[in-house]
Each structure stands twice: as structure tokens, then as C-alpha cells.
């Protein structure tokens, strides 16, 4: 798991590959990971061999903030906002969850989540909130 850059073996803040996110929980296909630094964000990448690995990062307050899934070359391919605010795209309101397609999260690649994402969303919120604490 890492961020921008950590291809390389280091991210754009100087920071070695596997340092920047933990893990604290994996169910099934899911890795729920926290942040190491600061306000919680998602990782950009991933190097798991695992190609339909979905990763869950969990914040500070230990609820899911971010569902990702990554391409066949581990970079981002889509993201469900679980929490956090909404986005306008032609004018209109996408109210949270919605979902992000692609690395530029411009409005212009929101959209509200569909029957498969919102099936996604819920089985690794189930997993979650109904894991042994």
C-alpha cells in the first residue's frame, strides 16, 4: 500500500513503500488499513499480488471512509467516498457514498454509486462493523 510514487520504493514525501498504511483487519477479498500520518487519505497503489483485493481505510474515528480497488498494475482505478462531502457535477448534487473513476477526483468523474458499488459498500461495511473487537 502505498502513495504517490511509492513504485519507486518511496512516495513524492520521502517515505519508503509499506511505511505510509497498517493493516488492521483482513476479511476475505478486503484490507482494512489505517493512515500512519496524519488525516486519513487512500492508498494510490497497491503491490499485492491479490488483483481483486479491495482495501478499506479506516480513520481516526474507526469507521470506513474510503473503499479502493486497483487496476491489474496495482495503480487506482475507482473509489467510494463512504463519508465526507458531496460534489456538484453539471450543476447537480452527488450526495455521499458516491464513487470516483480514476487517480483526478474532478467532479466530472463522480457519480453516484450503482447497484454492484452500493453491493460492494455494504459487505465491506458489514465486515467491518460486525468484526471481533
Do not use: C
Not at 487519505?41 to 481516526?60: F, H, Q
Not at 453539471?90 to 487517480?103: D, F, L
Amino acid at each position: 500500500m502505498g502513495g504517490r510514487g511509492a513504485a519507486s520504493g518511496i512516495s513524492d514525501k520521502g517515505r519508503k513503500y509499506g511505511t505510509e498504511y497498517h493493516s488492521v483487519l483482513k476479511k476475505d477479498n478486503i484490507k482494512f488499513v489505517k493512515y500512519n500520518f496524519g488525516s486519513t487519505t487512500s492508498p494510490l497503489e497497491t503491490m499485492s499480488a491479490d488483483k481483486k483485493r479491495i482495501y478499506a481505510t479506516v480513520n481516526n474515528q474507526e469507521k470506513v471512509k474510503f473503499i479502493t480497488g486497483y487496476t491489474q498494475n496495482g495503480k487506482l482505478a475507482w473509489q467510494i467516498d463512504v463519508s465526507g462531502k458531496g460534489h456538484y457535477k453539471n450543476g447537480k448534487k452527488i450526495e455521499t457514498p458516491h464513487i470516483h473513476i480514476g487517480t483526478n477526483h474532478v467532479d466530472a468523474k463522480v457519480y453516484s454509486l450503482n447497484k454492484r458499488q452500493r453491493k460492494i459498500m455494504h459487505k465491506v461495511l458489514f465486515a467491518w462493523y460486525n468484526r471481533e473487537k
